[in-house]
Structure formats: C-alpha cells, structure tokens
C-alpha cells in the first residue's frame, strides 16, 4: 500500500486559519512510489461530522476545488486526502496527516468592531506620536476557544495580558486601504483565561498615515487617524459567547514610542514604559482617556492572501570598530532588511543612536543614496537594569550601523540585526562549480528577500520602497522559482488591478500614493503598465493557477485595449511618455531613461508580447474568441514592428543589444533566417563591448536567452562570466551582498554613482538568475505548475556542475549535472504526478516518469531509448541510476 500525500494546504496560504475565501482550494503532494493520481478522495470532518467524496477519478492534486459545503464564518474543518496511484491503482493510500482550514470572517455582518482612536487625546500633529488603545474585560467562565480579528488604521502590534500576540511584523501590510484593508486571526485561546483579562494594542504610522514617496514625500494619505480595528471572540466551555470589540468602551494613551515612520526610524522612552500596561494588574497611571469611535466599511476589510512579514534570520555584527569620538561602527557582512535588537544597561535617560547605512564612503556611513530616509532609531534607557529593545513599525536596508550614545563597552551579543520579510516558503536553490555566480545568485536571493516586504519594492532604503510594476514585471520568474511568493503576489495584483485607471493605464507603482508629488503622474508605460498581462502568466505558469490568471484577466485586457487605442492604426505606440530601457548603463547617472534604445520601439515591441501573453491566458481560459482576436493583434502588431523597426539590411533601426533581445525574445520575427541574423548581430553587439552588458531594465532579464535560442550559449556565459564594469559579476568582485540598482552603484574608482537614485538593493537586474534556474541549472516549467518539466541543463562558461533543485507545487524537482571526461552526468528528480523532458546537450529528448533518475551522456550500452519506451524503463527502474543513452 502506498504512504500517505503530504498534508493538504489551502489556496496559497502557510496555514489554514483565517482563510478569506468559503470554499478554499485544496493542493497536496503526492507520497513517494505514486507516479501518476488516478483518484482521490477527500475528507472533511466538520466538528465530528465526517464527510467523504468517495474516490474521484481524477489526476488534479493542486488548487482542486473545494468539495463541500462552503466554509461558515469562524468554520473550523479538517481535511484529509488519500489517493489512488502507483502499482496497484486499486488500492487506496494511506490518509495523508489532517489540516486544518479555518474561516475568517467572511461576511460583513460578521464586524461589530469599529475603528476606535485617540485624537481625544489632543496630541499636536506635529508631535505624531504613536499611542496605545487598551480594554480591560472580564470572563465570567472558562475559555474553550478564542479568537482576534484585528486589524488598524497604521500598524498594530497586540498585547493579551501582557503577551504579544502572534509575530508578525508591519501588519496589516500595505494594500489599496480604501478598497481593501487586511484584518489577521489570530488563534489566542492560550493567552485568555476566566476571570480579569486585558487586551491592548500599540498603534504605529506606517503606510497608513506615514510620510511616503520621495522629494518630501507625502503623509496621511489614507486618513489621519491611528485607528484599531478588533474583536475578540471567546468561545466558553458551555458553548456560550462573549465577544469583545472596539468600541467606545476602550481607551487611549500615548506610549513609549515618541515617534515612528517607516523611513524615519523609532523613537522610544523606555522611561515612559510600564511593561504591565496591557495586564489586568496595570497601575492605572494618568493619561489614559477614552478613545473616539470612527467608521469603516466592514466590506472592505480582507483575509490575507499570503504570509505576513516576520522576522526569518539573526545576524550578529562581523566587525565592530570604536571611533575615537566613542561612536561605535558595526559590519554585519551582509545587506539585509530588517532592524537591530539592542540589550542594554545604562543610567536613566542615557540616549543610544542607530543610524543604519548600506555602504560606507571614507570609512562612515554613505547615507546620501537614503535620500531623505533618516534611518535613525533612538532608545532611552530608563536605568533599571538590562533591557532588550527593537523599534517595532519601521524597517531599514542596512549593512553597516552607527551607534552613538552606547553606555560602556559595545560587545557582539548586545546587537543583532533581525531579517524581516515576507515569510515565503523556500523553494528554489542553485549552485554551480563558479564560486562568484553563486555569490551573484545568493545576492539575488537577499534582494528578493529585502524587497518582498508585504509588497515588492524597488529597493529597501531610500525614501521610496514602492511597488514599481516594471520592476516585478522582469523579476516575477526569477521570484517565483526561489520563494512561494504566489499568495503575496496574488495579492499586490489584486490591488494593481484596483488601482488601474478606468481607461486601462497602469500606475507606476502599487499602491499609488494618491495626490503624492508624482514625477510620473499616472500614464501608460511600456515595460511597467505590462506587468497585468506577465505577471499572472508568470504565476500560471510556475504555481498553475488558473483562477489567479482568471482573475487577472481583464486587467490585462483593459491594457492591452489601452494601448491599441494609443497606437491606432499604425498599430505602432509611438507617443507619450516612457521609461524605454531604463538604467541602460550608458545613460548618464541623472538620466536613466536615456537608453541608446529607441524607448518607442520598446513600447511598440511590449505591445505585441503583452496582446500574446493575452492570447495564451484567453486559450487556457477557454475563451477561444478573445484567444483568436488576441493572437491576431500580436501578429500584425509583430508584423508593424517589422515595417517600422527593420531594416532592409535585417538589422533593427536601433543597433542595441536591447532591440534585438525583444525582437528574438516575444517572437517578432518570424521568418527564420531573420531570427538567426538577428541573434547573430547581438552576439557581435556584445562582444564589441568585450562582453560587458549593455543593457537595462528591459534588455537586462531578455539576453542570455536570446542569445542561447540563437546558437549564442557561448556569448551568454561570456556575458555572465565578465567581471569588468558593467557586469553582473563586477559587483560581486566588489564585495556586494545583493543586487546593486545601478550596474555601478559603486564605480571602478571607489565612488558613490552621485546618481539621485542609487541603491545597493534592487532585485530587478537579479532577474538573470530565471536564466541560471533554466538554462545552467536545467530546470524549467513545461506546463503549469511544472505538471511537465523541462531538463534542459546547457553547460558552458567553464562551469564544470550545477545542481538546481525546486519545491514545484506537485514536490521536489531536482537536477545535479557534472561534466565527465567525454560527456556529462545528470541525476534527475522528477515529482511524484509529474512528467519529466530531459535533454542533455547533442540527445535526443527522453521522457521520464516520477522518481529519481541518473542520465549520462554520451551513452553507453543499450541503444537509443525514447518517448513512452523511456519512459516505461525509467519507472521500473525508479531509484536506481538508469543508464540511457538518446
Ligand atoms: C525605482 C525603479 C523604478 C524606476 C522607474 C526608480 O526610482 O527605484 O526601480 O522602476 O524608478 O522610474
């Protein structure tokens, strides 16, 4: 009999509670031996009531629909599945471990809680001091279940009785908040007991009314108030109620906290601090006064899609320094995102300083690329004994701190920085025999996690930190092979797709910032705007949901529309503001939209590849009318593209590396002696800068592939493999952590680009590792959600082996190469329900069934293996090196 599936997870979330949705999709992972699903089954148990499917025939194991009765509000069920599959179809699996599915509130009559605040409290605006809410409740009989739908107006931390609750950071996180304002459930039946209890919460600017954006920013862009959102929902042992919520009955202080912004940093009073203030037992000092009860729609109040940010690593400084003046300088070694812990001991009042900084310039903090982002927390001791200490409602990007104000001697274990981000599952990995391309890939991995912070940010530091739609629109493949990041992206689409204009435009970034001083006011934009269109594709591609690309759908459509209206019948979009390829490294350092590509040829070009991507989602939809009217658009505005961006010489009007990877890579050449003239001109391109890059935004995440789909691999690796500026590697040469913004955002002769805009931390030109997972590693999606997987490792560069492994939806895909003496050797896994296309350098293809599989090149022994014959052979030889020669 076969082992039980993988326990069953729920739409795209890391736990069951508090799911958003009544009737949530089902994925499991299939146990070892499966091979291919038959059948499943699956159980509900509704409070002891058992519900079974009996055996459907049927191979879906990711987001399967929910087979029951929808989810109530507050529904608690547990879900088991066992499956049909393997030897002996027959027989059933073992039930795979139960999950639990909980729903949050799903309807808006569910919300008694109101926004409760403390303007009463009279605190000047100037001051923006953060406060604290608080109730003091008792319970007249003991607590079998207890739950906290919370949310705020700012951020939220919430106390029970003295005890934070749950441990997430920066929650609710950053959404449209007029449209769509996440509230967390939070299971706390452990923290309540009969009798007096106290629930506090400590309120934090954040996005909410924080100053956002960059040349002075913008505060209070959703309201002005620091509102808390909560009910606490006690189930008693006799099965009776009690239900506390904001209301007018709770009250308002100001804290510790003196102030406190996202970019600025934190202030705190440890002076002012009483650690029992959210205790039954509090000393009721002064201050404390009732708040006022604002209003809210509690239809726009959301369940999450994905994770919330917490904090995922600890680092202790690799090096500190004492500076004469008593200033301490800490190297943490890496850039990261996140905020340090202080442990503490000094007399009352003593002042400590943490200035945070990416790079140093002449041995201080470089602090000019924050912009206005003062990056500065401040802790005042209250002088009795040793007291640890992290702000809590900002976050900096940081690989140096200054400390100032430290009483005594600064020792390694008083301060760590703490990594916050998304908590994504990790799924993807690789590593090769070139130890500066794995450092290039582990830069790619801490730009991923520095910028996935509720939303995907252009970088962590500076005064900006938005959403930029281009920026994930080029990063989307690489993100989604390293994280499951497909319930957070889920959700920033939902709110792209909110905050396109109703004539399709796309904003530059999500969230908007609404009456913010907008250098780009909202317009339609080549590159960024096509962000609806890739994005879900992307994510239907790598994580197979349909209903995401579904959803998604019209967004896409209303921009494409957009921009056939713009280009007319010309069918050319040759007007209007672009970005074009920006960050081309030949654009000066105060212009990087001054690509040496024609930025409407860009336009034009993203014009066809966004109408076919819209082909392909209306065909996988079913739509065969909106697939067909698509497909044709792509094609004549391809054949546009042609007629105004050809030559007849066959080279493109702009002779830049950028237009040829467009060109070749959205398929807008079709005949195929073009193509290979094409891709042989942007070889000569590349090597005629010696192979350093030549590329921005746009050409940057295009090339290897194009040049690999041209008979060019060598020319890739000549580009992946430069070390000289500009180049992928040259950061790595310079000691960068992450991925730099600029190519030189430290220049060859030790200085800072004087850019306006120069971060050490911005995922975007990260984007070559989606090469580096597909075409070094070897590992490719072939169908959604890697049901069919591609093999298709292409060695070159000197590279010598590589092993790349992925945690795809249906389990763990997995290729480790290695060069031999006259050919190569590929052991290859292949997840149980998938199917696996290997094709090593000069075989033919094989095909593969679930398992794991050793391949060699050349072949030795028995003759040419193929098609289903391989694919018989593998699976009887499951677990053992097979020997196949193509
Ligand atoms: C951001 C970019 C963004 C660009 C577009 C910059 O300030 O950091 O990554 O895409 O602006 O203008």
């Known amino acids: 009999m076969l082992r039980q599936p993988g326990p069953v997870s729920f739409e795209h979330l890391r736990d069951g509670i508090g799911v958003g949705v009544a009737e949530p999709r089902l994925s499991w992972v299939l146990p070892a031996g499966a091979g291919v699903q038959a059948g499943y089954e699956i159980e509900l148990d509704r409070c002891g009531h058992v519900q079974r499917t009996g055996r459907i025939d049927s191979s879906d194991q990711v987001l399967v629909p929910w087979p029951g009765v929808p989810l109530a509000s507050r529904e608690r069920v547990t879900v088991r599945v066992r499956v049909w599959a393997g030897e002996r179809p027959d027989e059933p699996s073992d039930w795979s471990p139960p999950g639990a599915v909980e729903a949050g509130l799903l309807a808006a009559s569910d919300w008694l809680a109101v926004p409760v605040r403390a303007d009463s409290l009279e605190i000047p605006d100037s001051d923006r001091r953060p406060v604290r809410v608080r109730r003091d409740f008792t319970l007249a009989r003991r607590v079998a279940r207890a739950r906290l739908y919370i949310t705020a107006h700012g951020l939220f931390e919430a106390e029970i009785n003295g005890k934070r609750v749950g441990d997430d950071v920066l929650a609710p996180g950053w959404t449209v908040y007029h449209a769509r304002l996440r509230y967390r459930t939070y299971d706390i039946t452990d923290q309540l007991s009969e009798g007096a209890n106290t629930i506090g919460a400590w309120l934090g600017d954040g996005w909410y009314r924080g100053r956002l954006g960059f040349n002075g920013g913008t505060r209070n862009i959703y309201g002005a108030d620091l509102s808390l959102i909560a009910q606490l929902e006690v189930t008693h042992d006799d099965g009776t109620r009690t239900v506390i919520a904001t209301d007018s009955s709770w009250v308002a202080a100001p804290g510790p906290v003196m102030a406190s912004g996202l970019y600025e940093g934190e202030v705190f009073d440890a002076r002012l601090d009483n650690p029992n203030w959210a205790t039954p037992f509090a000393e009721r000092t002064a201050g404390w006064a009732p708040v ?16 919330p940010v917490r904090c995922t690593q600890e680092v202790s400084p690799v090096a500190i320094t004492r500076r004469p003046d008593g200033r301490y300088l800490l190297d943490f070694g890496q850039n990261l995102v996140g905020r340090l812990r202080i442990t503490v001991d000094g007399p009352a009042g003593t002042a400590i300083t943490l200035r945070h900084a990416e790079v140093l310039q002449d041995g201080e903090l470089a ?18 004994g040793p007291r640890s200490w992290q702000p809590r409602f900002t976050l900096h990007g940081f690989r140096y701190a200054e400390v100032t104000g430290w009483p005594g001697e600064l020792n390694t274990d008083a301060v760590t920085a703490l990594v916050h981000h998304t908590d994504m599952r990790r799924t993807g990995w690789f590593e090769c025999s070139d130890d500066l391309i794995n450092r290039l890939h582990e830069n790619v991995v801490w730009s991923m996690r520095g910028n996935f912070v509720d939303i995907p940010t252009d970088c962590p530091a500076r005064d900006e930190r938005l959403g930029w739609t281009g920026d994930l629109q080029i990063f989307a493949p690489t993100a989604s092979f390293l994280y499951d990041c497909a319930g957070m992206l889920d959700s920033w689409l939902t709110d792209v797709a909110i905050e396109q204009r109703p004539d399709g435009a796309v904003p530059w970034y999500v969230p908007v910032i ?6 780009t006011p909202i317009r339609p934009g080549a590159a960024w705007g096509d962000v609806v269109t890739v994005a879900p594709w992307v994510l239907y591609e790598r994580f197979g949901d349909r209903e995401l690309l579904r959803r998604q759908f019209p967004a896409g459509q209303a921009w494409v529309d957009l921009v056939a209206r713009l280009a007319g019948p010309s069918l050319l979009w040759d007007t209007g503001f672009q970005l074009g390829d920006w960050l081309d490294p030949s654009a000066p350092p105060d212009d990087p939209a001054a690509s040496r590509t024609d930025r409407y040829l860009v336009a034009t070009a993203y014009f066809a590849w966004s109408a076919r991507l819209l082909a392909w989602s209306a065909a996988e939809l079913g739509d065969s009318g909106a697939a067909a009217r698509y497909a044709t658009l792509a094609d004549d505005v391809a054949r546009a593209f042609r007629r105004r961006y050809v030559l007849p010489s066959g080279r493109l009007t702009s002779d830049s590396p950028t237009a040829y990877c467009l ?6 050449l079709v005949d195929p002696a073009q193509r290979q003239s094409a891709g042989d001109r942007l070889a000569a391109l590349v090597l005629a800068e010696d192979a350093r890059v030549a590329t921005g935004f746009v050409g940057t995440p295009l090339i290897c592939d194009a040049l690999t789909d041209t008979g060019h691999l060598d020319v890739a690796y000549r580009l992946l493999k430069q070390t000289e500026c500009p180049s992928w590697l040259y950061p790595v040469t310079r000691g960068a952590t992450t991925i730099w913004e600029r190519w030189d955002s430290l220049r060859p002769d030790g200085s800072l680009n004087p850019g306006g805009m120069t971060s050490f931390n911005h995922y975007a030109f990260g984007a070559v590792a989606d090469w580096l997972h597909r075409v070094v590693g070897g590992i ?3 169908a959604p959600g890697y049901r069919t997987i591609a093999y298709r490792p292409r060695p070159g560069g000197g590279i010598t082996w590589a092993n790349t492994r992925h945690e795809t939806p249906y389990g763990t895909a997995a290729l480790s190469w290695e060069l031999t003496g006259d050919g190569m050797t590929a052991r290859v896994t292949v997840p149980e329900g998938c199917a696996g296309m290997v094709e090593l350098p000069g075989r033919e293809r094989l095909t593969l069934g679930p398992g794991k599989h050793t391949v060699e090149t050349p072949g030795r022994g028995h003759a040419a293996l193929s098609g289903n014959h391989a694919h018989a052979e593998q699976r009887s030889g499951r677990d053992t090196p097979d020997r196949c020669s193509a």
């Open 514 to 519: 609404p009456g913010g001083p907008l250098w």
């Open 780 to 782: 490719a999606p072939a």
């Open 663 to 668: 060109a070749l890579a959205f398929g807008l």
């Open 292 to 307: 006022a009860v604002g209003t809210r729609d509690p239809r726009t109040l959301v369940a999450p899609q994905g994770p």
């Open 367 to 384: 602090t000019r690329p924050l912009r206005e982002a003062r990056a500065t927390d401040t802790y005042i001791t209250a002088g009795d």
